[in-house]
């Protein structure tokens, strides 16, 4: 069975720093998805990024970036001089490509709390 | 704005009773996607739906259903409440049904079982 593991359930910085959230992830197939949302005090979900289990190039947007080890079966997200607007619970999530008839159910992870203050 | 509508926002009600949760995903999208947030439980899957069909399902409750109706919109009913039902209830949608979609949700239903 597919599982994510979000260890850190709560992290605090100072605005301008740097943090990094971990996220690993157990699944038996070859092919599978790995995807991080955002979820700010207003509680919707905000997707942030997909990425495939061929495609282990790390990705950069803006502050934001992740980086994607098959090796050791993490995908972490750093974000860069944090501000106070980056405050929010983040969830990682696994979805199997288990073909198109099967499906498409995200396992997500317990989530990290990230407080970012003035 | 993901796009995804659900309505309502909030919804207070007492145990035993029966609620309808409604979602309009995206346009274009035929996949539906039923999720329940709580505290204890985090963030599970209960049910997908493609383009009116029953496709994968979760840890849904026998006392839970779904349907999506011709025009792709879904309703998820919750009946004899109980007070562990209290939840973020969210809906999500992608285009197609396969392992991989990207899911775009809504904003969530709020539920209180009193």
């Known amino acids: 069975a597919q599982k994510v593991t979000q260890a850190q359930t709560e992290i605090s910085v100072v605005e301008k720093e740097d943090v990094t959230l971990d996220c690993v992830y157990e699944?038996?197939?070859?092919?599978?998805?790995l995807f991080w949302y955002k979820q700010p005090p207003s509680g919707e979900l905000v997707f942030l990024i997909r990425r495939n289990s061929f495609d282990e190039q790390n990705e950069i947007s803006g502050r934001y970036s992740w980086n994607f080890q098959k090796s050791t079966s993490s995908f972490n997200f750093t974000i860069t001089a944090s501000q106070v607007v980056d405050s929010a619970v983040y969830f990682c999530a696994l979805s199997e490509a288990v073909g198109n008839n099967a499906g498409n159910m995200l396992t997500f992870g317990g989530g990290t709390r990230l407080m970012v203050k003035p | 704005d993901s796009g995804v509508t659900q309505t309502p926002k909030h919804l207070i009600t007492a145990t035993g009773q029966r609620v309808t949760l409604r979602c309009s995903p995206r346009?274009?999208?035929?996949?539906v996607y039923w999720y329940q947030q709580s505290l204890d439980q985090g963030l599970q899957f209960l049910i997908q739906y493609y383009n009116g069909e029953e496709r994968a399902k979760g840890n849904i409750l026998e006392r839970f259903s779904a349907q999506q109706f011709p025009d792709l919109h879904s309703e998820l009913n919750l009946s004899s409440l109980e007070l562990g039902d209290s939840a973020l209830y969210f809906c999500a949608s992608s285009v197609d049904l396969g392992g991989g979609e990207t899911q775009y949700f809504g904003p969530g239903t709020r539920l209180l079982v009193l």
């Open positions: 699944t038996r197939d070859t092919t599978y998805y």
């Open positions: 346009s274009g999208d035929l996949s």
